[in-house]
């Protein structure tokens, strides 16, 4: 959530958190957090500037939201050491702005068991019958008739964060127990429920059976759940050893996004090559070049167990014409996946590509 904390390349933050204007302070004090540094310093800073809005601005007006927002997320980026502000993160518990109690769970979280005073407010947050509050607003009711399930969709980030939250700070069977509900309450929304039961995995013996569960049951009959679980599986590595069988019959399915998934999965979870490096091979044969180069990425990611490859590897690079728009929007050379794969492979430098 937190955006860009500004300041020019060069400046001393340390310098900063003494200016006169309170943005120049606070993006100082976030670009501290951010590092981990000076929180004796930087952290009476965040705290400042969020008590002074809580008190004099209107949080329902979408920017003062979203700065409030970045500020108290970033309380979270000095970790244990922000315990101090956990009083306050607690306040923001309570408010209506729904970012705002996302950003305080956040926070909340990366502090960790030092914040374990906010349990009951984090207990009781996840309670709060978000789907209701959201009908109650303007508008509210006439989008979930229009779409039906909205409401609950929308408040699933605030829950998943909450829910997270509070396993990170007091592994309280009850975040597993809600991340779980909110897991199974929907195919395309599930995303951050999934992620977190990920990241948890090993640590509470409901995840895995819950994660497998999906798999099993409900196998690709709704792509993104089923990508949801398996990249869940893959945060897991071997602690998920149990759901390999799940997830070599999976790659036998239709769906070459679904089986490049399995495949990858499948092997960090094995630590064996075959037969992940045979389904992301064939891969690099789809039609669909998106699917293509996600194959290679995977292939980079196994490096030399994937040694097998190569041959198609080199003839997809060298297939391969024009550019494409990388993540960061930037036009990047087509071979440039299956080159880096091939790099990877041999353990090489990946050969120069023009900026």
Known sequence: MAGDTGGEVGDDPMRLLDDPDEVER?????????RGEAVERALPVLVACLRRMMRE???DDHDADWWFCTVAEGLGGFGPAASPAVPILIELLGLKSWGAVQAAAVALGRIGPAARQATPALAEALRRPFAAERLGRPGG??????FPGT????ALPSRSALAEALWDVACDPAAVASLRDMFRSGADWNGDAARALGRIGAGSPDVLPTLIEA????????????LNTVAALEAMGP??????????RAMTRVG???RIAAASALWRITGRAEPSTDVLTAALNDPNVRLRRAAAERLEAMGPDARAALPALRAARDEAQGEYKGSSGRPRPAREPFARAIAAIEAQEPEPTPS
């Open 239 to 248: 602690d998920a050893r149990e759901a390999a069988p799940v997830l070599a």
């Open 26 to 34: 606070v993006q100082a004090a976030l670009r501290l957090a951010d």
């Open 215 to 226: 798999v099993r049951d409900r196998g690709t009959a709704h792509r993104v759940e089923f």
């Open 141 to 146: 009711a006439e989008s979930e008739k229009q």
């Open 151 to 154: 409401a609950e969709r929308v």
């Open 57 to 59: 601005e209107d949080l």
């Open 256 to 258: 070459a996004a679904e």
